[in-house]
């Protein structure tokens, strides 16, 4: 198990009642990240003012459901690093001038692979091209008419890892604590590197 220095940063995860949350968190203690999770329902923006990241959780529905999200997103963007999953993604996307639409196909517990776009970036660093992905979403996001990079898509092109740096915001469609996702670890290796990255001033 990798044991990172963090040197006293804390995460505040947002949960959307989502079952995979404190599974999410649970990745980030076990490599050191101190991170504190808040029901959406419950939480106040001053809760978060302490902390050094915020992390948008998975979750069901729309993002349009949750109106602390564009509420979060008003207040820290730029501020703080903030990172979106799955929901969180959409969340995200939306408030960037992106879009997100309904799929096909329900896409729960289904299994896709990785298509790299931009390798240089850091939430790609150590994942190989190709790899396995565990979904678990409905909705799907679209960049195009945005200034949003896809760092990453699916096989069909659909974004599945996202970034706006100059606002300090990524996003990652997939689950990366599922057993069916491949370089598991590295995902949150490189979440933390990339808070530490854009912590500074």
Partial sequence: MVKLKIFGLKLAIIDFHDSFTFNISYQFLSLGLENEVF????????DLEHFDAILLSPGPGLPSEKPIINSVLNRFARRKPIIGICLGMQAITLWLGGEIYNLNEVRHGKSEYLTINDPGHLLVKDIVDKSNIGLYHSWACNVEKSDIKAIATD?????MIIASDEKKMVGIQFHPESIMTDHSQSYFVNFIEWIKEKKQP
């Fill in 39 to 46: 029901d959406f329902e419950l939480v106040k923006l001053e």
């Fill in 155 to 159: 096989s069909g092109s659909i974004p």
